[in-house]
């Protein structure tokens, strides 16, 4: 691990994922083999790790258990070249999990137990007026957090200047992002189920679904759409639009972490727009198809 200053604060779930994936598809109650991977995972260690692979030295602020499972996360979490220095270790809360089921098609259905990371609330941020104060960088906030807890990041002075980059985590918790959306915070990074959510209503392609939440007031809206086309929209300014290349599902679990990381990384070494939303398109896809990326 390195001691150097981190560029980027990532803010959420970090917790380990459970990722069993069938090579076909699976009908509801289906028991077929398949693999199954124990790996470090939530949104916001997910893009530190994919924006660590960029180069870049992300910290994670998140709740992570004094357990076993604690223990062996955080250690691996350096490994990856995270910074954990200013976690919340709560000896009384077990660290937090992700359960998902993938088939050839893509996503079946997850489960996200987060609990010990909405019961440490506030505390994450604590570090924010200590070691982190001041802080006018990057900042990835993740749909995991409470919606109270968002709202308060929303108006949080010791925020004020940095560059808020939102994710919801889930279709589930799209609403959550709402109080960000009216304090005309962040850059917001959503699928196109989330973004009609948001939206309010059914959108026919992403580039209509981000110019529906920007028009619900959020200032710049990135929204995916699987193998279909990527848009950037913002206010006051044209929507763009990159379609992914074609390429086999071998995962889809963190595919639109790694979307925003690559996106980020591109805009930190000023890449045009375009440029930045074809990179992160191209990180997406290449992740999808089973490589790590860069």
């Known amino acids: 691990m390195t001691d150097k200053h981190p560029d980027i604060l990532c803010i959420g779930a970090m917790l380990w994922d459970v990722i069993g994936r069938a090579p076909r598809r699976m009908a509801q109650g289906a028991d077929v083999p398949g693999r199954i991977r124990h790996i470090p995972g939530g949104v916001a260690l997910n893009v530190a790790v994919a924006l660590a692979r960029w180069g870049l030295t992300p910290a994670v602020l998140s709740a992570v258990g004094r357990d076993p499972e604690g223990e062996a996360l ?9 910074r954990t220095d200013w976690l919340t270790r709560d000896s009384g ?33 604590a570090p924010l007026s200590g070691a982190l104060a001041d802080w006018t960088g990057p900042v990835v906030l993740d749909g995991n957090l409470t919606e109270d807890l968002l709202a308060t990041m929303s108006r949080d002075r010791r ?103 690559a996106h980020l990384a591109a805009e930190l070494k000023n890449q045009p727009r375009d440029a930045a939303l074809r990179q992160a398109v191209e990180a997406a896809a290449a992740h999808v198809s089973g490589k790590d990326v860069p």
């Open 74 to 82: 955080t250690a691996q979490a350096g490994r990856l070249g995270v």
């Open 159 to 261: 925020l004020a200047g940095a560059d808020l980059r939102v994710v919801p985590a889930s279709p589930g918790k799209a609403e959550r992002l709402e109080p960000l959306i009216a304090a005309r915070r962040g850059c917001f990074y959503l699928n196109r189920l989330e973004a009609e959510i948001l939206a309010g209503g059914a959108c026919p392609d992403a580039a209509t679904a981000a110019e529906a939440v920007v028009a619900r007031g959020a200032a710049r809206v990135l929204v995916t759409d699987g193998p279909h086309s990527a848009a950037d929209a913002m206010a006051n300014g044209p929507t763009l639009v990159v379609t992914p290349p074609r390429v086999t599902v071998a995962r889809v679990t963190g595919a639109g972490d790694c979307f925003l990381a």
């Open 93 to 125: 809360l077990p660290t937090d999990c992700y359960m998902g089921i993938e088939d050839s098609e893509g996503l079946i259905a997850a489960i996200a137990d987060a609990h010990s990371l909405e019961a440490a609330g506030d505390t994450i941020l």
